[in-house]
């Protein structure tokens, strides 16, 4: 079984830029998570998908970020413009609805976002 | 406001050594807790879960972890490390009612010397 990817691996941008984040969750898992991790920071929550509907976006920073998950498939993630402050390691994680594993979700390797 | 906080920034130890990693937590209700470790170049892994039951865990490569609720504790276990532990370690929790989005800890960072 595929594991969650996540695409492009590394991105430089410009500030000011527009860059958009690709994740592809696991086969059959409704439940899609952001997160993003900005140097000597902890992970922190971003918004949460299930299925092709935003459940929770109190995580977001700002209106400069656009997720969207078109079909329930994969979920992108736009920043524009792209700041500073943003750079980080942004992370997505999927789970299925309803799971007798109890609650775990399953990581992709995350996007390492450089904005000069 | 659910938070998790993790007790150490970087551990240093050798081969052999007992490793104990601290994680608290502050949240009243029913959590689910988690430790994720993140090995050098490779994406997070859950290494242990607890959602009920047993206050003892036991994950993989030899870790538990022990949920002491009295004490909003959850604290990683390894009796003796190799150095192949050397990974950044996180706890993290959840809540149903929330999502089960997970809130992290700042992450460890343990570097096991051969």
């Known amino acids: 079984e595929a594991g969650v990817t996540q695409f492009p691996s590394h991105s430089v941008i410009e500030k000011g830029q527009t860059v958009t984040l690709r994740c592809d969750p696991i086969?059959?898992?409704?439940?899609l998570y952001w997160y993003r991790r900005v140097m000597g920071k902890e992970i922190k929550f971003l918004l949460h998908?299930?299925?092709?509907?935003?459940?929770?976006e109190s995580g977001m920073p700002n209106n400069r970020f656009l997720a969207e998950r078109t079909g329930g498939t994969y979920s992108t993630l736009k920043v524009q413009p792209a700041e500073l402050e943003d750079s980080g390691v942004y992370f997505c994680?999927?789970?299925?609805?309803?799971?007798?594993?109890?609650?775990?979700?399953?990581f992709g390797p995350g996007t390492r976002l450089t904005v000069l | 406001a659910q938070s998790v906080s993790q007790h150490n920034h970087h551990v240093i130890l050798s081969e052999a050594a007992s490793l104990e990693l601290g994680c608290n937590y502050s949240?009243?209700?029913?959590?689910?807790l988690f430790w994720y470790v993140q090995y050098p170049g490779q994406h997070l892994q859950l290494l242990l879960k607890?959602?009920?039951?047993?206050?003892l865990v036991k994950g993989i490569k030899g870790f538990e972890a022990e949920f002491i609720k009295s004490k909003f504790s959850f604290n990683l276990r390894k009796p003796s490390v190799q150095w192949s532990d050397t990974a950044e370690y996180f706890c993290?929790?959840?809540?149903?009612?929330?999502?089960?989005?997970?809130?992290f800890g700042g992450g460890t960072r343990v570097l096991v010397k051969p």
């Open positions: 994680a999927s789970s299925p609805l309803v799971s007798n594993q109890g609650y775990e979700q399953f």
């Open positions: 086969s059959g898992h409704d439940n």
């Open positions: 998908f299930v299925k092709e509907s935003k459940q929770d």
């Open positions: 949240y009243g209700g029913t959590v689910n």
């Open positions: 607890y959602f009920s039951g047993d206050p």
């Open positions: 993290a929790a959840s809540i149903k009612a929330a999502g089960n989005k997970l809130t």
